[in-house]
């Protein structure tokens, strides 16, 4: 009889490794997501009057944004078997820097598929399906940044795929993309 209450037990604890995984993926996406998603609505009543708007319409996009961005780190996080350190620093995530800090602790290859997917969903170029299609460019600037983004996306998985190192390459990136936002906040409101 305990022969067969270990071996229940066992099957049980094996089933739930999936699921707690699941778990603690889930619980640190939307902690850390909503973090963000806080910090950025209090930085609405801290911003200049004349950039409150830009960082209302900023905010409003996170927030639209926010469901997808869950989804995908948690996604990620089942599917990469992050560790448990990288999975803590997501869930201590409060602004967007934060995501680039904890995609560099994972190893190279997750770290290129992470900002590809995270670039794909921000920036709306190019976007996994299922998260809708970007609109078409609405300005020089915005056509010249996003081919810049993709330009800059390849550099990265092949420094990724070789061994190099992707720091400043994500950096770039970052920049890109926060000239990208802007370009298309601009673009939208002429």
């Not at 680039?100 to 997750?110: N, T, V």
């Not at 990724?160 to 993309?177: F, L, S, T, Y």
């Amino acid at each position: 009889m305990r022969l067969v209450v270990a071996i229940a037990a066992a099957l049980l604890g094996c089933g739930n490794k999936s699921s707690d995984a699941t778990s603690k993926c889930s619980a640190a996406a939307q902690q850390g997501v909503d973090a963000m998603v806080k910090r950025a609505h209090e930085r609405i009543a801290m911003a200049p009057a004349d950039m409150r708007a830009d960082t209302e319409q900023r905010t409003q996009q996170l927030d639209a944004l926010a469901p997808r961005l869950r989804a995908l780190i948690a996604n990620r996080c089942v599917d990469d078997k992050w560790s448990a350190a990288v999975i803590d620093c997501y869930a201590n995530v409060t602004e967007m820097d934060g995501l680039r800090d904890c995609r560099g602790k994972l190893p190279a290859e997750q770290q290129a598929r992470m900002q590809k997917e995270e670039l794909d969903l921000f920036a709306g170029a190019l976007g996994p399906a299922g998260f809708g299609s970007a609109a078409p460019a609405t300005s020089p600037e915005v056509a010249k940044l996003e081919s810049e983004l993709r330009r800059l996306n390849a550099a990265l998985a092949d420094a990724a795929k070789n061994g190099r190192p992707v720091d400043q390459i994500q950096r770039e990136m970052q920049d890109v993309n926060d000239k990208l936002a802007a370009a298309r906040a601009r673009a939208a409101n002429p």
